[in-house]
């Protein structure tokens, strides 16, 4: 089991910053990839970026060169810092944690956090 908790969520002007924060209650390195996805009023949940336990990174297209996905060992806490922020990046953004224990595929999500960017 893995429990999530992000933070950082809030109100900015387009253009501005906002730094998201997921900490887990496991040790980072026992999980494969942690992860951001968002969903907007409407629409489907979608990925925005990813960070595997060895360091890779993805991000979606339309965040890629703004958004920074990062993580802290020693916190065991993942980053996503947001930068030059667009009214269409305004979502709920959960944070996500996949495991493989046994051959078997875990998802786990955080409780959310709200985004909006006013234009």
């Known amino acids: 089991q893995v429990q999530l908790v992000e933070s950082g969520g809030g109100l900015v002007q387009a253009g501005g910053s906002l730094r998201l924060s997921c900490a887990t209650s496991?040790?980072?390195?026992?999980?494969?990839?942690m992860g951001w996805y968002r969903q907007a009023p409407g629409k489907e949940r979608e990925l925005v970026a990813t960070?595997?336990?060895?360091?890779?990174?993805n991000y979606a297209g339309s965040v890629k060169g703004r958004f920074t996905i990062s993580r802290d060992n020693a916190k065991n806490t993942v980053y996503l810092q947001m930068n030059s922020l667009k009214p269409e990046d305004t979502a709920v953004y959960y944070c996500?944690?996949?495991?493989?224990?046994?051959?078997?595929?875990?998802?786990?999500w955080g409780q959310g956090t709200q985004v909006t960017v006013s234009s």
């Open positions: 996500n944690a996949y495991r493989v224990v046994t051959g078997l595929n875990y998802h786990y």
């Open positions: 496991r040790t980072i390195f026992s999980i494969n990839t």
């Open positions: 960070i595997t336990s060895g360091g890779g990174t």
